[in-house]
């Protein structure tokens, strides 16, 4: 989707929406997308999915990730790990630039439950630090490591200002468990509605970036539109 200059504060309305959405979605709640918004995210019917990747930036894969978000004209929502950030800084911006949501993901990737209040909150603020810095904005969601949360957890995350997001299609392409097995496990899985957990950053991701093409080929055949998450 293109957006001219007049129109980003409506895309960010539409964006906030989205996220309001799938928190409803996740609570039960039966929410009709308007139809409008449907058609202006891209969708069919509001068939909506939305791509995360997490545990970037990284300069292996994060481009080779972005390239292919571009040959489809597809945005996605990446979870980044601060001290990744702080060590490939352009590329976070790159990732900015191209006009995707950078969320945080925790400064180096630890069991928040297992850490004291001063420790998570440095791990969220150092975070959110080194994104605003590349991107000029400061993330609204946090994605605990390993999606381990409790009621401290998420009580503290409110407390500093962060919406949790979890994911509901986990195919585990960071175990490497080949490309074609990557790509099943989303397809079969997939509803709408769902946010599809991948990896660009962590280890070898070449089987995901090789899986990526024919996942957003075969969602948008299916009548799949593509959104990101938090603004
Ligand atoms: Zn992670």
Request: net charge positive; hydrophobic share 40%; proline share 6%.
């Amino acid at each position: 989707m293109s957006v001219r200059p007049g129109r980003r504060k409506a895309v960010g309305r539409l964006r906030a929406a989205i996220g309001a959405l799938v928190v409803a979605l996740a609570a039960g709640a039966a929410v009709a997308l308007p139809a409008a918004e449907a058609e202006a995210a891209g969708a069919k019917g509001g068939k909506v999915v939305y791509l995360t990747f997490d545990d970037g930036p990284s300069p292996a894969y994060t481009p080779k990730v972005l390239a292919t978000l571009d040959r489809y004209g597809v945005r996605a929502t990446f979870f980044e790990i601060g001290q990744n950030v702080a060590a490939h800084p352009s590329v976070t911006a790159q990732v900015a630039r191209r006009g995707h949501s950078v969320q945080n993901h925790s400064w180096s990737h630890p069991d928040l439950r297992k850490l004291s209040a001063a420790a998570l909150s440095a791990q969220v603020t150092d975070t959110d630090k080194a994104i605003r810095a590349q991107t000029g904005r400061t993330p609204s969601c946090l994605r605990p490591p390993y999606g381990a949360v409790n009621s401290t957890v998420r009580s503290k995350a409110a407390a500093l200002g962060k919406q949790v997001v979890l994911w509901s299609v986990d195919p585990a392409d960071w175990s490497r468990p080949g490309t074609a097995a990557i790509r099943s496990r989303v397809l079969n899985n997939v509803r709408p509605g769902s946010v599809i957990l991948l990896h660009d950053g962590g280890g070898d991701r070449s089987q995901t970036v090789a899986a990526l093409p024919a996942i957003i080929s075969t969602l948008k055949a299916r009548g799949y539109g593509f959104a990101t998450l938090c603004g």
